[in-house]
Protein backbone atom coordinates (compact mmCIF):
# COMPACT_ATOMS: atom_id res chain seq x y z
CA UNK A 1 0.00 0.00 0.00
CA UNK A 2 2.73 2.36 0.81
CA UNK A 3 3.87 2.01 -2.53
CA UNK A 4 1.01 3.20 -3.99
CA UNK A 5 0.47 6.11 -2.07
CA UNK A 6 4.00 7.09 -2.65
CA UNK A 7 3.00 6.78 -6.26
CA UNK A 8 -0.16 8.56 -6.43
CA UNK A 9 1.69 11.37 -4.41
CA UNK A 10 4.46 11.65 -6.46
CA UNK A 11 2.48 11.85 -9.81
CA UNK A 12 -0.30 14.31 -7.46
CA UNK A 13 -3.14 11.88 -8.49
CA UNK A 14 -6.19 11.73 -6.00
CA UNK A 15 -8.57 8.50 -6.21
CA UNK A 16 -11.78 9.50 -8.28
CA UNK A 17 -14.66 8.50 -6.35
CA UNK A 18 -16.81 9.22 -9.47
CA UNK A 19 -15.00 6.99 -11.47
CA UNK A 20 -14.54 4.12 -8.13
CA UNK A 21 -11.42 4.23 -7.64
CA UNK A 22 -9.60 1.25 -5.48
CA UNK A 23 -6.52 0.20 -5.93
CA UNK A 24 -5.97 -3.27 -5.16
CA UNK A 25 -3.09 -3.68 -3.28
CA UNK A 26 -2.30 -6.62 -1.85
CA UNK A 27 0.04 -9.26 -3.47
CA UNK A 28 -1.36 -12.35 -2.91
CA UNK A 29 -4.85 -11.46 -3.71
CA UNK A 30 -2.84 -9.93 -7.10
CA UNK A 31 -1.27 -12.78 -7.53
CA UNK A 32 -4.71 -15.38 -6.84
CA UNK A 33 -5.81 -13.20 -9.95
CA UNK A 34 -3.44 -14.22 -12.42
CA UNK A 35 -2.93 -17.92 -11.18
CA UNK A 36 -7.17 -18.05 -11.75
CA UNK A 37 -6.71 -17.04 -15.42
CA UNK A 38 -4.57 -19.54 -15.98
CA UNK A 39 -2.39 -17.55 -18.77
CA UNK A 40 -0.33 -19.31 -21.19
CA UNK A 41 2.54 -18.07 -23.15
CA UNK A 42 0.58 -17.47 -26.46
CA UNK A 43 -2.41 -15.81 -24.62
CA UNK A 44 -3.74 -11.96 -25.26
CA UNK A 45 -5.29 -10.13 -22.21
CA UNK A 46 -7.48 -7.79 -22.39
CA UNK A 47 -7.40 -5.35 -18.99
CA UNK A 48 -9.89 -3.06 -18.16
CA UNK A 49 -8.81 -0.28 -15.71
CA UNK A 50 -5.21 -1.00 -15.30
CA UNK A 51 -5.01 1.74 -12.16
CA UNK A 52 -1.28 1.97 -11.93
CA UNK A 53 -0.45 -0.51 -13.67
CA UNK A 54 0.36 -3.33 -10.97
CA UNK A 55 -1.66 -6.08 -12.19
CA UNK A 56 -0.59 -5.31 -15.68
CA UNK A 57 3.36 -5.88 -14.62
CA UNK A 58 2.44 -9.16 -13.75
CA UNK A 59 -0.19 -9.99 -16.28
CA UNK A 60 2.71 -9.17 -18.65
CA UNK A 61 4.86 -11.70 -17.30
CA UNK A 62 2.64 -14.66 -18.13
CA UNK A 63 0.87 -13.59 -21.45
CA UNK A 64 2.17 -13.00 -25.10
CA UNK A 65 0.37 -9.29 -24.66
CA UNK A 66 -1.46 -7.09 -22.73
CA UNK A 67 -4.03 -4.71 -24.10
CA UNK A 68 -4.78 -2.59 -21.32
CA UNK A 69 -7.14 0.35 -21.57
CA UNK A 70 -7.93 3.14 -18.92
CA UNK A 71 -10.43 5.69 -18.84
CA UNK A 72 -8.80 8.03 -16.58
CA UNK A 73 -6.25 10.60 -18.65
CA UNK A 74 -4.51 11.40 -15.53
CA UNK A 75 -2.98 7.80 -14.90
CA UNK A 76 -1.73 7.30 -18.30
CA UNK A 77 1.65 9.03 -17.78
CA UNK A 78 1.73 6.98 -14.72
CA UNK A 79 0.86 4.14 -16.63
CA UNK A 80 3.47 5.04 -19.45
CA UNK A 81 6.85 5.58 -17.02
CA UNK A 82 5.45 2.40 -14.88
CA UNK A 83 4.93 -0.02 -17.55
CA UNK A 84 8.27 1.65 -20.16
CA UNK A 85 10.37 -1.32 -20.29
CA UNK A 86 7.36 -4.15 -20.93
CA UNK A 87 7.36 -4.66 -24.68
CA UNK A 88 4.13 -6.49 -24.58
CA UNK A 89 1.57 -4.24 -23.25
CA UNK A 90 -0.60 -1.33 -25.02
CA UNK A 91 -1.80 1.30 -23.35
CA UNK A 92 -5.27 2.99 -24.63
CA UNK A 93 -6.67 5.53 -23.24
CA UNK A 94 -10.56 5.52 -23.72
CA UNK A 95 -13.86 4.14 -22.32
CA UNK A 96 -13.79 0.34 -22.79
CA UNK A 97 -17.78 0.83 -23.97
CA UNK A 98 -16.85 2.80 -26.91
CA UNK A 99 -14.44 0.19 -28.69
CA UNK A 100 -14.88 -2.71 -30.27
CA UNK A 101 -12.94 -5.71 -28.40
CA UNK A 102 -12.40 -7.59 -31.65
CA UNK A 103 -10.60 -4.35 -33.22
CA UNK A 104 -8.42 -3.92 -29.81
CA UNK A 105 -7.19 -7.46 -29.42
CA UNK A 106 -6.38 -8.51 -33.10
CA UNK A 107 -4.27 -5.32 -33.55
CA UNK A 108 -2.18 -5.83 -30.82
CA UNK A 109 -1.96 -9.50 -31.57
CA UNK A 110 -0.72 -8.95 -34.66
CA UNK A 111 -3.49 -10.88 -36.41
CA UNK A 112 -4.91 -9.97 -39.73
CA UNK A 113 -8.30 -11.04 -39.06
CA UNK A 114 -10.50 -10.61 -35.46
CA UNK A 115 -11.96 -14.31 -36.03
CA UNK A 116 -8.03 -15.43 -35.70
CA UNK A 117 -7.84 -13.91 -32.49
CA UNK A 118 -8.44 -15.40 -29.34
CA UNK A 119 -8.05 -13.61 -25.93
CA UNK A 120 -8.72 -13.70 -22.24
CA UNK A 121 -10.37 -10.66 -19.87
CA UNK A 122 -8.53 -9.76 -16.76
CA UNK A 123 -10.56 -6.64 -14.83
CA UNK A 124 -10.58 -4.86 -11.58
CA UNK A 125 -14.21 -3.20 -12.55
CA UNK A 126 -15.25 -0.04 -11.13
CA UNK A 127 -18.70 -1.49 -9.54
CA UNK A 128 -20.71 2.11 -10.51
CA UNK A 129 -20.54 0.67 -14.63
CA UNK A 130 -20.14 -3.49 -13.80
CA UNK A 131 -22.95 -4.77 -15.81
CA UNK A 132 -22.49 -2.48 -18.64
CA UNK A 133 -18.86 -3.55 -18.95
CA UNK A 134 -19.53 -7.32 -18.65
CA UNK A 135 -22.32 -7.42 -21.14
CA UNK A 136 -20.11 -4.98 -23.64
CA UNK A 137 -17.68 -7.93 -23.40
CA UNK A 138 -19.99 -11.08 -23.49
CA UNK A 139 -22.47 -9.31 -26.45
CA UNK A 140 -19.19 -8.13 -28.68
CA UNK A 141 -18.51 -10.28 -31.85
CA UNK A 142 -15.52 -11.56 -31.00
CA UNK A 143 -15.96 -12.79 -27.15
CA UNK A 144 -13.45 -13.38 -24.60
CA UNK A 145 -12.63 -17.31 -23.64
CA UNK A 146 -12.28 -16.81 -20.42
CA UNK A 147 -13.29 -13.57 -17.68
CA UNK A 148 -11.59 -13.17 -14.79
CA UNK A 149 -13.25 -9.77 -12.96
CA UNK A 150 -12.73 -8.26 -9.30
CA UNK A 151 -16.58 -6.76 -8.47
CA UNK A 152 -19.00 -6.26 -5.84
CA UNK A 153 -19.50 -9.37 -3.43
CA UNK A 154 -23.60 -8.84 -4.01
CA UNK A 155 -22.96 -8.35 -7.45
CA UNK A 156 -20.71 -11.50 -8.06
CA UNK A 157 -23.60 -13.50 -5.66
CA UNK A 158 -25.84 -12.10 -8.12
CA UNK A 159 -23.76 -13.75 -11.37
CA UNK A 160 -23.32 -16.96 -9.67
CA UNK A 161 -27.15 -17.58 -8.28
CA UNK A 162 -28.90 -20.51 -9.09
CA UNK A 163 -32.88 -21.16 -10.42
CA UNK A 164 -34.53 -19.80 -7.33
CA UNK A 165 -32.75 -16.71 -6.92
CA UNK A 166 -31.72 -15.94 -10.71
CA UNK A 167 -32.06 -12.51 -11.58
CA UNK A 168 -31.47 -11.03 -15.39
CA UNK A 169 -27.89 -10.38 -14.64
CA UNK A 170 -27.54 -13.57 -13.85
CA UNK A 171 -29.18 -14.92 -17.22
CA UNK A 172 -27.27 -12.79 -19.21
CA UNK A 173 -23.95 -14.20 -17.78
CA UNK A 174 -24.92 -17.67 -17.91
CA UNK A 175 -26.65 -17.65 -21.31
CA UNK A 176 -22.93 -17.07 -22.37
CA UNK A 177 -20.83 -18.49 -20.15
CA UNK A 178 -20.24 -20.54 -16.41
CA UNK A 179 -19.12 -18.17 -13.81
CA UNK A 180 -17.77 -19.29 -10.23
CA UNK A 181 -17.06 -16.90 -7.60
CA UNK A 182 -13.58 -18.08 -6.40
CA UNK A 183 -12.72 -15.82 -3.56
CA UNK A 184 -13.67 -12.76 -1.83
CA UNK A 185 -11.26 -9.49 -0.55
CA UNK A 186 -12.05 -7.61 2.25
CA UNK A 187 -12.04 -3.75 2.00
CA UNK A 188 -8.62 -3.32 3.49
CA UNK A 189 -7.23 -4.94 0.43
CA UNK A 190 -7.86 -2.15 -1.66
CA UNK A 191 -6.57 1.75 -1.51
CA UNK A 192 -8.74 3.96 -0.48
CA UNK A 193 -10.70 1.07 1.15
CA UNK A 194 -14.20 0.66 -0.70
CA UNK A 195 -17.22 0.33 1.07
CA UNK A 196 -17.96 -2.93 0.77
CA UNK A 197 -16.77 -6.38 -0.06
CA UNK A 198 -15.31 -7.76 -3.02
CA UNK A 199 -15.11 -10.68 -4.77
CA UNK A 200 -13.30 -12.11 -7.45
CA UNK A 201 -15.33 -14.19 -10.57
CA UNK A 202 -14.34 -16.26 -13.27
CA UNK A 203 -16.64 -16.23 -16.17
CA UNK A 204 -15.62 -19.19 -18.61
CA UNK A 205 -17.25 -19.04 -21.83
CA UNK A 206 -19.22 -22.05 -23.98
CA UNK A 207 -17.58 -23.11 -27.22
CA UNK A 208 -21.21 -22.85 -28.16
CA UNK A 209 -24.17 -20.94 -27.20
CA UNK A 210 -27.31 -22.20 -26.24
CA UNK A 211 -28.94 -20.42 -29.33
CA UNK A 212 -27.99 -19.54 -32.81
CA UNK A 213 -26.92 -15.98 -33.21
CA UNK A 214 -30.58 -15.52 -34.84
CA UNK A 215 -32.85 -16.98 -32.17
CA UNK A 216 -30.29 -14.55 -29.24
CA UNK A 217 -32.39 -11.56 -29.62
CA UNK A 218 -35.42 -12.97 -28.99
CA UNK A 219 -34.38 -14.58 -25.85
CA UNK A 220 -33.22 -11.82 -24.55
CA UNK A 221 -36.69 -10.05 -25.18
CA UNK A 222 -38.23 -13.10 -23.59
CA UNK A 223 -35.74 -12.74 -20.20
CA UNK A 224 -36.07 -9.37 -19.78
CA UNK A 225 -39.79 -9.25 -19.89
CA UNK A 226 -40.19 -12.16 -17.45
CA UNK A 227 -38.12 -10.00 -15.17
CA UNK A 228 -40.00 -7.21 -16.09
CA UNK A 229 -42.71 -7.95 -13.07
CA UNK A 230 -40.90 -10.32 -10.89
CA UNK A 231 -43.62 -10.82 -8.67
CA UNK A 232 -45.65 -11.63 -11.33
CA UNK A 233 -46.73 -14.98 -12.36
CA UNK A 234 -44.64 -16.02 -15.46
CA UNK A 235 -47.25 -16.23 -18.16
CA UNK A 236 -48.93 -12.74 -16.65
CA UNK A 237 -45.50 -11.17 -16.73
CA UNK A 238 -44.50 -12.72 -20.04
CA UNK A 239 -48.18 -11.25 -21.39
CA UNK A 240 -47.63 -7.66 -20.56
CA UNK A 241 -43.68 -7.34 -21.70
CA UNK A 242 -44.19 -9.11 -24.37
CA UNK A 243 -48.27 -7.71 -25.67
CA UNK A 244 -49.47 -11.05 -26.12
CA UNK A 245 -52.92 -12.56 -24.80
CA UNK A 246 -52.31 -14.28 -21.00
CA UNK A 247 -53.87 -17.35 -21.69
CA UNK A 248 -52.47 -17.67 -25.07
CA UNK A 249 -48.62 -16.98 -23.25
CA UNK A 250 -50.04 -19.82 -20.49
CA UNK A 251 -50.71 -22.50 -22.96
CA UNK A 252 -47.02 -22.13 -24.73
CA UNK A 253 -45.28 -22.55 -21.75
CA UNK A 254 -47.06 -25.48 -20.42
CA UNK A 255 -46.17 -26.87 -23.99
CA UNK A 256 -42.93 -25.96 -23.48
CA UNK A 257 -43.16 -28.08 -20.52
CA UNK A 258 -42.64 -25.26 -18.16
CA UNK A 259 -45.50 -24.40 -15.55
CA UNK A 260 -47.32 -20.98 -15.74
CA UNK A 261 -47.67 -19.74 -12.41
CA UNK A 262 -44.16 -20.38 -11.80
CA UNK A 263 -41.56 -16.62 -11.63
CA UNK A 264 -38.87 -15.49 -13.25
CA UNK A 265 -36.33 -16.20 -10.67
CA UNK A 266 -37.01 -19.75 -10.49
CA UNK A 267 -36.20 -20.49 -13.99
CA UNK A 268 -32.73 -22.02 -15.62
CA UNK A 269 -31.12 -21.12 -18.42
CA UNK A 270 -32.69 -24.58 -20.14
CA UNK A 271 -36.40 -23.65 -19.74
CA UNK A 272 -35.67 -19.92 -20.73
CA UNK A 273 -34.39 -21.62 -24.34
CA UNK A 274 -37.05 -23.89 -24.17
CA UNK A 275 -39.77 -20.78 -23.81
CA UNK A 276 -37.97 -18.63 -26.50
CA UNK A 277 -38.48 -21.25 -29.23
CA UNK A 278 -41.84 -22.28 -27.77
CA UNK A 279 -43.29 -18.36 -27.78
CA UNK A 280 -41.37 -17.74 -30.85
CA UNK A 281 -43.12 -20.69 -32.97
CA UNK A 282 -46.13 -19.75 -34.43
CA UNK A 283 -49.65 -21.31 -33.21
CA UNK A 284 -51.22 -24.13 -34.91
CA UNK A 285 -53.87 -22.43 -36.92
CA UNK A 286 -57.00 -24.39 -38.24
CA UNK A 287 -56.98 -24.51 -41.88
CA UNK A 288 -58.87 -22.67 -44.07
CA UNK A 289 -61.76 -24.41 -45.86
CA UNK A 290 -62.38 -22.85 -49.83
CA UNK A 291 -63.94 -19.61 -50.83
Known sequence: MKNVRRLLDKWDIRPSKGLGQNFLVNQTTLEKIVAAAELAPHDVVLEVGPGLGTLTRRLAREAKHVVAVELDQRLIPVLQSELSNLSNVTLIQGDILAFDPAILVSTASGQRTASNTHYKVVANLPYYITSAIVRHLLEASLKPQRMVITVQREVAERIVAEPGRMSLLAVSVQFYGQPRLLFRIKPGNFYPSPDVESAIVRIDLHPTLPLSSQETPAFFRVVRSGFS???????????????????????????????????????????????????????????????
Do not use: M, Y
Open 229 to 291: QRRKQLHNALAAGLGKPSDAVAAQLSEAGVDPHRRAQSLSIEEWVRITRALSEPRNRVPRGPA
